[in-house]
């Protein structure tokens, strides 16, 4: 296993942790996570397979990278039922190169029985690069 980058040993002094997650986030991953006082943040270091031909990270990278915290977040607030997200709005503010920590949060907007509305954000080098809100569905166990 290769020695952790400068970046990681920051992340890691900083209280995240990089987690190898199976199925689709496995395969853009690692994910980081780190444990907040009202709940967790997200987040990856930007690599060569998150680019797209222009040379930054991929739009749909990123919109995965949102959809994930979103949905785990989620998943925490329905008390860890499993949540489906029917809707993703996005817009893009700016552009990640490789080499750069993307940090994902997200906040409740609102809950009811069934559904989640949410809030996101994507932040780069202390810039917003996403902004999202989102429905989510508690699909139960």
């Given at each position: 296993?290769?020695?952790?980058?400068?970046?990681?040993?920051?992340?890691?002094?900083?209280?995240?942790?990089?987690?190898?997650?199976?199925?689709?986030?496995?395969?853009?991953?690692?994910?980081?996570?780190?444990?907040?006082?009202?709940?967790?943040?997200?987040?990856?270091?930007?690599?060569?397979?998150?680019?797209?031909?222009?040379?930054?990270?991929?739009?749909?990278?990123?919109?995965?990278?949102?959809?994930?915290?979103?949905?785990?977040?989620?998943?925490?607030?329905?008390?860890?039922?499993?949540?489906?997200?029917?809707?993703?709005?996005?817009?893009?503010?700016?552009?990640?190169?490789?080499?750069?920590?993307?940090?994902?949060?997200?906040?409740?907007?609102?809950q009811t029985r069934s559904l989640i509305f949410m809030r996101g954000t994507l932040n780069a080098?202390?810039?917003?690069?996403?902004?999202?809100?989102?429905?989510?569905?508690?699909?139960?166990?």
């Amino acid at each position: 296993m290769d020695s952790p980058t400068e970046l990681e040993q920051s992340l890691q002094a900083a209280g995240w942790r990089a987690r190898d997650l199976p199925g689709h986030m496995g395969r853009v991953g690692p994910l980081w996570t780190r444990k907040l006082e009202g709940g967790w943040s997200y987040g990856l270091i930007s690599t060569e397979q998150h680019l797209n031909p222009a040379g930054v990270v991929h739009g749909g990278m990123l919109v995965t990278l949102l959809d994930h915290a979103l949905s785990a977040i989620a998943w925490e607030a329905a008390k860890r039922q499993a949540c489906v997200t029917i809707s993703l709005d996005t817009s893009f503010h700016g552009a990640v190169k490789p080499g750069v920590f993307v940090e994902a949060n997200g906040v409740i907007a609102r809950q009811t029985r069934s559904l989640i509305f949410m809030r996101g954000t994507l932040n780069a080098n202390g810039q917003e690069v996403v902004s999202g809100q989102a429905i989510l569905k508690i699909s139960g166990g």
